[in-house]
């Protein structure tokens, strides 16, 4: 059996960059970590330590106004959460920043330094590996470019003798122009998410955001499943 652990640091409970491989006091620290990892083996289960970066707060030497990944409209992708029931903004809850393509390379370094100083060779990059977004700001990545670096920081990790761990994405590959079948084919990795925005690699601002009921999709092509990524930017947890 093989199980995912999220928020078993201190970064990862905070919402922060999650790069070092510590586990949180309030769990019980290193010798609780060790001590499940032990009866984890004994017991025939893979316990894989999710460093979850796909969103973050600012801190652990990456921050929202350096680190934070560009629309097109110029302004930063933040994440809101919404009242599901309402379909208002959280006062309570303050957003979430998407981290820029241009920090994996750094993120996988730090990482998997922490991961062969505390001996785990196994990992998952949590919902990192299920969207492909661009960084329209002065790095000027797009999607391509940024499942390339995907691409090149999963490599890293796997270089490291970490085994890595994620989850295949459930794409869009619906147009949300009707009938228009190339802009379908340009989007269908753009996952489907109810409170993310992803911008289409054209730059075409008429369709810049995909909205909260994006589950829905409009157009001749009905509601389909495009192709998940690569196995080299996600790959599938048994």
């Not at 060790?34 to 600012?58: C, H, K, M, W």
Request: charged share 20%; with cysteine.
């Amino acid at each position: 059996m093989k199980v995912q652990y999220y928020n078993w640091t201190n970064a990862g409970i905070s919402g922060k960059v999650d790069i070092k491989a510590k586990a949180a006091g309030c769990l019980g620290g290193n010798g609780d970590w060790n001590d499940l990892q032990s009866y984890a083996a004994s017991n025939g289960v893979t316990i894989y330590p999710v460093s979850e970066n796909e969103t973050f707060r600012s801190g652990s030497g990456f921050y929202t106004f350096q680190d934070t990944a560009v629309r097109i409209s110029g302004s930063y992708a933040r994440i809101y959460d919404y009242n599901l029931a309402y379909g208002t903004q959280s006062t309570v809850n303050k957003p979430l920043s998407l981290l820029s393509p241009s920090a994996f390379s750094e993120v996988a370094e730090k990482l998997t330094g922490s991961l062969q100083k505390k001996d785990l060779n196994t990992l998952s990059l949590g919902s990192l590996t299920t969207a492909l977004y661009g960084d329209y700001g002065k790095q000027a990545i797009s999607r391509d470019a940024a499942q390339q670096l995907l691409e090149d920081a999963y490599q890293q990790i796997t270089d490291a003798d970490i085994s890595p761990a994620g989850e295949r994405s459930q794409c869009l590959r619906s147009a949300l122009c009707a009938g228009d079948h190339r802009r379908a084919a340009a989007i269908q990795r753009i996952r489907c998410v109810r409170r993310g925005h992803s911008v289409l690699p054209d730059g075409n601002a008429r369709g810049e955001i995909l909205r909260h009921q994006c589950g829905e999709c409009f157009g001749n092509t009905g509601r389909n499943r495009a192709s998940p990524l690569p196995p080299a930017a996600a790959c599938t947890l048994t």
